[in-house]
């Protein structure tokens, strides 16, 4: 089972994409050797290291009402050289 829910399409991570890395956001219950297996057998790749980043959940006020805007776990995903992801 994939824990890679979607690639984040910003201009950062567009970036980061021309240089290797590819960022994901996955499951908060996912660690790095199972976004490695996940990103290497859904794009047949050779993944060089995974970095992970927690966003913190966010408050929100919408018509006097307190909310919250759910945090969520990204990861940058580094490949081999000369590998890449068409995500297009």
């Not at 499951?27 to 980043?53: M, P």
């Amino acid at each position: 089972m994939s824990k890679l829910i979607n690639p984040i399409i910003s201009e950062k991570a567009n970036t980061l994409s021309s240089g290797g890395a590819y960022t994901f956001r996955v499951e908060k219950g996912a660690n790095k050797l199972e976004i490695k297996k996940s990103v290497e057998d859904l794009f047949k790749v050779n993944v060089r290291k995974v970095n992970l980043v927690t966003i913190p959940p966010k408050k929100r006020i919408v018509r006097g009402k307190v909310g919250f805007k759910s945090g969520y776990k990204k990861a940058i995903v580094y490949l081999k050289k000369g590998q890449k992801i068409d995500l297009a």
